[in-house]
């Protein structure tokens, strides 16, 4: 059964940090195009961060760059997405996606599979 879980949201202060984790079971994650997304109350699902499968090259929506980086553990068949300098516009449910097709892409409809999503919050 294929399956992504997030972990690691929660609640933070303006310029904290958090690390977003998520763990893929059923499928390797080496072989698959792996993105973040983030979705607030009233908003648009939005592309964070993508990191691709062949070649390891990342992209990140123009709104985190230089703030959040994404990664990839192909042992522990896990993505991360660590996130510094947090602003409250930054404050949404937070997905990670994948797929086999691995284009590299910040598109929603892109990607197959999808984890529950993970709550971070940015509030002093």
């Known amino acids: 059964q294929v399956q992504l879980v997030e972990s690691g949201g929660g609640l933070v202060q303006p310029g904290g940090s958090l690390r977003l984790s998520c763990a893929a079971s059923?499928?390797?994650?080496?072989?698959?195009?792996t993105a973040w997304f983030r979705q607030a109350p009233g908003k648009e699902r939005e592309g964070v961060s993508c990191?691709?499968?062949?070649?390891?090259?990342?992209y990140y929506a123009d709104s985190v760059k230089g703030r959040f980086t994404i990664s990839k553990d192909n042992a522990k068949n896990t993505v991360y997405l660590q996130m510094n300098s947090l602003k409250p516009e930054d404050t949404a449910v937070y997905y990670c996606?994948?797929?086999?097709?691995?284009?590299?892409?910040?598109?929603?409809?892109?990607?197959?599979?999808w984890g529950q999503g993970t709550q971070v919050t940015v509030s002093s």
């Open positions: 996606a994948a797929d086999v097709r691995d284009y590299a892409s910040l598109y929603w409809v892109e990607y197959e599979y």
């Open positions: 990191i691709s499968a062949s070649d390891g090259s990342t």
């Open positions: 059923g499928f390797t994650l080496h072989n698959y195009g």
